[in-house]
């Protein structure tokens, strides 16, 4: 098993990309330590060990990290899943400072507090791996402008290299993921509701198809894993293609 005997942290843990991501770490010999601001649509696994906490909330996440170090005895890997997309989030000319906050509290705070308060346990480990979600809108502009989820995967692929730089000396890894659009809660609740919108967005997909939960994960288990002991600073794209279509 690829992981056998590390302990994880993944965020945003109870839907979508990270419940996908608690599944296949835990087949893979894992023991997780499993947050998110919202309780589990299904129980977990029992080597799973759920914490209800939000990321943008300091006390919370220190505390719920605490918690798993000590129930697991260590912590191995920091995987910032957790992320939001508010169907307000358009221009800045037409965005409201409430979704601009609201949006860069979960998605680039949450990031910063979950390594503030998980580094010091992979500095006592002597190793670790830390692997943050970014997205491919970082990478590209885009004529349907979402500009604050955009400026706040920025901020994760810019804090990833400073986090390479700062531990990589220590033995800790920092990688991003870039991921095109993938069938999530998060995608679907709105975007594939409406027929205009989900074609314009596969258009640009060379696969033709939205990403699978499954395509962003196994990247990730790859990062968790000691097959990427010299992987450090990578920002990982895994979108279809979309990042390399012109026209």
């Given at each position: ?8 942290l993944?965020?945003?843990?109870a ?17 997780i330590i499993?947050?998110?601001?919202r ?10 060990f ?5 990321v ?9 990290i605490?918690?798993?170090v ?12 957790a ?15 409430g ?6 509290d ?25 692997i943050?979600?970014a ?11 979402q ?12 804090l ?21 659009p ?5 995608l679907?609740q ?18 033709g198809r ?13 990062l ?16 279809g ?7």
């Amino acid at each position: 098993m690829r992981l056998k005997n590390k302990i994880c942290l993944i965020t945003g843990a109870a839907s979508g990309m990270g419940r996908a991501a608690c599944d296949i770490f835990y087949q893979e010999g894992a023991k997780i330590i499993a947050m998110d601001v919202r309780e589990p649509e299904k129980k977990f696994h029992d080597g799973i060990f759920f914490i209800k906490a939000d990321v943008g909330n300091s006390q919370e996440v220190s505390h719920a990290i605490n918690e798993g170090v000590q129930h697991f005895g260590g912590l191995d890997v920091l995987y910032n899943n957790a992320g939001i997309f508010l169907e307000t989030d358009r221009s800045v000319v037409e965005t409201e400072p409430g979704t601009w906050e609201k949006t860069l509290d979960v998605n680039a705070k949450g990031i910063y507090l979950v390594c503030k308060y998980g580094i010091p346990h992979l500095i006592k480990r002597g190793s670790g791996s830390i692997i943050n979600i970014a997205s491919f809108v970082a990478l590209v502009g885009c004529s349907v402008p979402q500009d604050a989820y955009t400026a706040s995967k920025g901020a994760v692929l810019a804090l990833t290299k400073s986090l390479a730089v700062q531990f990589g000396p220590k033995g800790i890894r920092a990688n991003a993921i870039c991921p095109g659009p993938i069938e999530t809660p998060l995608l679907t609740q709105w975007l594939l509701k409406k027929p205009a919108e989900k074609a314009k967005r596969l258009n640009r997909i060379p696969m033709g198809r939205f990403g699978q939960t499954k395509d962003i994960v196994y990247a990730a288990l790859y990062l968790a894993s000691d097959e990427s002991s010299w992987t450090n600073g990578a920002s990982l794209v895994v979108d279809g293609g979309i990042t390399s279509n012109y026209f």
